[in-house]
């Protein structure tokens, strides 16, 4: 059977420490450390109500943590303590930080309780990055 969904891949998963700014496809299994509802908002310009919910979810494995931005169904996803896979997750830069984020391409998906400890101790979101121009002579 396997062999008849050849086009399918086997994820690899990547540790939150070998994420890197610009980056995207990655596979994650991370712990929810906490969430912080930071945007709730409803328009009513439509035929149906239309909420936009942004939470920033502080995410992590045994190598360190990272900020996750959930919007809307995502957000209801992560709670606190709960372990989540994320699929095709990509690196979005805010104010020179990195910020991990799934969009309509990938998913989010809850599993059974991770056995790792979160490294509290390595937070890439609080590396700062500045963009530099390299001029190819």
Not at 19 to 35: A, D, E, I, Q, S
Not at 39 to 63: F, N, S, W, Y
Not at 86 to 101: E, P, V
Request: glycine fraction near 8%; charge should be neutral; charged fraction near 30%.
């Amino acid at each position: 059977m396997a062999d008849a969904k050849s086009g399918l891949r086997k994820p690899v998963f990547t540790k939150v420490e070998q994420l890197r700014p610009g980056t995207t496809g990655h596979t994650l299994t991370v712990k929810v450390v906490n969430t912080k509802l930071v945007l709730q908002k409803g328009r009513t310009d439509g035929p149906q109500l239309r909420q936009m919910r942004i939470a920033e979810c502080l995410v992590g494995d045994e190598t360190g943590m990272i900020i996750f931005t959930a919007r809307n169904d995502q957000v209801d996803l992560m709670k606190e303590g709960s372990t989540v896979i994320l699929r095709n997750a990509k690196i979005d830069m805010f104010k020179g930080s990195m910020r991990l984020a799934v969009d309509k391409w990938g998913r989010v998906e809850v599993t059974e309780p991770a056995t790792f400890t979160v490294k509290e101790d390595n937070n890439l979101s609080l590396i700062e990055y500045e963009l530099v121009n390299v001029v190819e002579e």
